[in-house]
């Protein structure tokens, strides 16, 4: 699964690794949080390995896939969850001050849309066309994309990749039926992850606020995204398949 080394992403590889999935723990730029991330799964008894490709680099998915068939060994691919993604660009002094939250569209600039895009959409479109001769029959897709997409806040590129990103289950699920292979897409509410969503904690306030903003009147953990994913991955589900599944709480409901 792409993104694990932290916030949700190493939440969604530790619920699969319980439930006796070996997990590819994909990661960026941070090695020891992924490797923490293997390190937590091995210590509760699961199976894990990491593997680093930079998803914005023109030869990420010869990096990555390498690395994968390493891991694997053999052993076949069951499950794959994008969820890797960048709100701004990292590298944007004042979109890393701002915790990436760009404001509006006159702060955008071509190259933090264009690395955007090519991590939220490009990536997940081309990771999966890869995956799909080692996909087994019967396997999982699950792309991780936002309520945004749903709620017009601000971090418009963000939120447009999304809606991209969106666009892939119903036609992939038509295209994979036949082969038993279900895609569907999760969208996440503002979750407390407490290394990108730390104005949360920051701001007076933020975190009761969003609280209020939600049905079920609290903030919303990596782990209450990380079960969905795993009952959208299990037998369980395999009667689901090309659709949006909400996880937000209930938040901003119309
Ligand atoms: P984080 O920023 O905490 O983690 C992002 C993950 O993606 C990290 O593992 C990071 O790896 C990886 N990643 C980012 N850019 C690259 C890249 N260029 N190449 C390879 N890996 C990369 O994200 P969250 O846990 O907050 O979000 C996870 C998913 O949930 C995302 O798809 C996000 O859009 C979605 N979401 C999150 C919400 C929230 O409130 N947190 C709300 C709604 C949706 P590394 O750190 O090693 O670089």
Not at 99 to 113: K, L, N, P, R
Not at 118 to 141: E, K, M, W, Y
């Amino acid at each position: 699964m792409t993104g694990a080394s932290r916030g949700i992403g190493a939440a969604i590889a530790r619920r699969l690794a319980a439930e006796g999935v070996l997990v590819a723990v994909h990661y960026g730029r941070r090695k020891a949080d992924a490797e923490q991330t293997v390190a937590s799964i091995e210590q509760a008894g699961g199976q894990a390995f990491a593997i680093r490709a930079d998803l914005a680099a023109d030869d990420a998915l010869d990096t990555l896939f390498s690395e994968l068939a390493t891991g694997l060994a053999g052993r076949p691919l069951n499950i794959l969850v994008n969820n890797a993604a960048v709100y701004a660009d990292p590298d944007d002094p004042a979109a890393a001050q701002a915790d990436g939250y760009v404001a509006g569209i006159s702060e955008v600039t071509q190259e933090e849309f264009d690395r955007i895009f090519s991590v939220n959409v490009r990536a997940p479109f081309f990771v999966t066309q890869r995956c799909l001769p080692l996909l087994a029959d019967g396997g999982r897709i699950v792309n991780i994309s936002s309520a945004v997409t749903r709620i017009a806040w601000p971090l418009l590129p963000y939120a447009m990749s999304k809606g991209a990103l969106e666009i892939m289950a119903p036609r992939l699920a038509n295209e994979l039926g036949h082969r038993g292979i279900t895609v569907n897409t999760i969208a996440p509410g503002i979750t407390d992850n407490t290394k990108t969503n730390t104005w949360l904690h920051d701001m007076p306030g933020a975190a009761e606020g969003v609280a209020a903003m939600t049905a079920l009147r609290r903030l919303g953990q990596p782990s209450d995204i990380a079960d969905v994913v795993a009952l959208l991955a299990s037998d369980d589900a395999r009667w689901v398949t090309g659709q949006l599944v909400d996880a937000s709480g209930g938040m901003a409901l119309a």
